[in-house]
DNA sequence: CGCCATAGGGTATACGTATACGCATAATAT
DNA sequence: ATATTATGCGTATACGTATACCCTATGGCG
């Protein structure tokens, strides 16, 4: 009696069932070593019987901690409906994971290279910091990003890990991948590697794919022809458009490395509708391993990405910035997935 | 010189500065009617100066509302590495771009069915409403569904529709949908036509794709064969192993319904595996429309769920119990996707 | 010309927690 | 024995906002 059980308990009922003030139970809660275990034992005894949870919002406020990150993700510029980026995807499972593994929340939101967002999330004291994810032109959010930085803003970035990005990043080794998928086209023969992806600096991580590419090349004594790299973005139908321009150039070539998964299989409906047999005339591998690409005829080789490394190391920098201790930079790297589309 | 640009301003700066008291801010910012239009002006003039942010926490706390809605998703019991099915993914982000517009945040999180999430959200004041999402057995987590009802916890759930189904649910019209499958073989001259998927109560959403095709069946004159039913939970290897042993049988068959892609593609791979053509021995038709869809061979036929709307609808519907407006349970139309898996 | 409604905004306070500080008691040192 | 320190906890208060309540000046009305 005496306890209606529908109010929510707080901190100070809690002390006064067990005989102490408030902020002893506060303490007790928050593992401060100046309570003894009595007490303590005691406390927890109560706050779980009362089904007792710290209310988040008092918390933050005291404490200026929320508890909580925020994931910004950046979408393609394509707004094809809602058809997000398989490989984000999964990742997002990983951070979710991580997250909830280290008490955090995850805040998530989709932006669209909008204006304020910088400022939404720090400032109104909604997370203790932000994770930035997506594709998409580099150099069109780069100010922002030095604004972020300007604003000793919390925040780590997936993408391309290079001495001049802006910020903390993590990313995958695309410069090793890229050697790995040329070094594995020239071992099945092939010595006119064309790449389809963008390899201007607004795609640090398509362009280092491609250096990746070029090095092998260079490597076997092969001269890497410019001729033979073709911008696309990572979608389908642009890497249909990108392969049908390169098959109209008139430019011979025996393999394709796609940027991404996306641009492969768009490039092999072009190859398959030109009449072209794979991996027969033409190997091809991918980057991303999506889902789709086992289900391709022929099946797709590709890079697969460690998402689930790469949402751990993301969570765990952006925690170890919040707590000022020592970061850097992190380099995955990658596995080449061996399937159809390269088997001789 | 006098203010520090660095430390947050408050409504109490902006108080000062516009020659009011706080309240008058608070009032101002949020719409209150009762100051004038003149104040309020100010106001906001100097809040966009000062690019002042209401301090969530704080607000949140004194108000009890924290504009913040959280999504629980529940994994397929099947733990295969985060493999999260690509339908409710793309939902995602209908989801999060509906909230966005009506000004809540979103909070995310997976579980794995575990025990105390339904107090975890709404008793630490994380969020003012949770959106449950997520295939799995219904039976398992029917308990804690009632649970959270008797709480009266605020929440909206993704699944079948129907009169005993407990809380407030939005869903597609699976019954419908399957009628419109079954119809279409029918059309194409398929007589015996298999079902993939789980017919018990365990997962309603299949229960009804089930009873829906056999409605069509029954309008057609034709019986449905009990033995032509196969459980199948949504992966790709539950609808391999379901064909597989649906072939094993003996029992002869002209078409498969799959309650989902993944048991779609699973099936056609044991169906090429045995020698049969498709869609020639045997048509077939998915659910759910993921992109893999698309580039299977021969592509597959399947009901597209309009996501879309799912996530609008979602959404609004839980901020109108939140409210205590007046809000019905909400049954989304879907539509059948002809590919080539059921050209005859 | 007095009465009341209304607009506009100030005063005081509560939301629930975390932390700086102080004050006992007990334990150790001198 | 007194001086010192550590332990365990209470007191007071701050975090920044939203809201109940109160007050004043005005205008309308009779």
């Not at 002893?24 to 100046?34: M, P």
């Not at 072209?276 to 990405?305: E, K």
Request: with cysteine; glycine share 6%.
């Amino acid at each position: 009696m005496g306890r209606q059980p529908s109010a929510k308990p707080t901190s100070f009922d809690i002390a006064y069932l067990a005989g102490v003030s408030q902020p002893t139970v506060s303490r007790a809660l928050r593992g401060s070593k100046s309570v003894s275990a009595a007490t303590r034992a005691n406390i927890e005894r109560i706050a779980r019987e009362l089904n007792y949870t710290v209310d988040k919002n008092a918390s933050s406020l005291r404490s200026q901690r929320t508890h909580t990150l925020a994931l910004l993700f950046f979408e393609d510029p394509t707004p094809d409906q809602s058809m997000i980026n398989p490989f984000f995807l999964s990742m997002l499972g990983s951070i979710t994971r991580q997250c909830a593994l280290r008490g955090y929340d995850l805040l998530i939101s989709f932006q669209q290279m909008h204006n304020d967002w910088h400022v939404a999330y720090q400032d109104s004291h909604r997370s203790d910091g932000i994770i930035l994810l997506g594709y998409g032109d580099y150099q069109l959010y780069r100010s922002k990003l030095e604004h972020l930085v300007e604003m000793d803003t919390k925040f780590v970035r997936w993408g391309s890990v290079s001495d001049d990005s802006i910020g903390l990043t993590v990313g995958s080794d695309n410069v090793g991948a890229g050697v790995q998928a040329g070094r594995h086209l020239i071992e099945i023969g092939r010595r006119t590697i064309a790449f389809l992806g963008d390899a201007s600096d607004h795609a640090p991580e398509f362009q280092d794919r491609y250096a990746g590419l070029c090095r092998a090349m260079k490597a076997a004594g092969l001269s890497p022809d410019p001729a033979l790299q073709r911008d696309a973005v990572s979608s389908e139908e642009s890497g249909h458009a990108a392969a049908r321009a390169l098959l109209a150039s008139g430019r011979s070539f025996d393999a394709i490395f796609a940027a991404s998964d996306l641009i492969a299989i768009g490039a092999m409906r072009a190859l398959t509708e030109a009449g072209l047999r794979l991996p027969h005339d033409v190997a091809i591998i991918g980057f991303d391993d999506i889902p789709a690409a086992n289900l391709t005829s022929p099946t797709l080789t590709t890079v697969m990405q460690d998402m689930k490394s790469a949402g751990e190391l993301l969570v765990d920098a952006l925690l170890r910035r919040l707590d000022d201790l020592p970061v850097e930079r992190a380099v995955l790297p990658t596995r080449l997935i061996k399937r159809q589309s390269t088997a001789v």
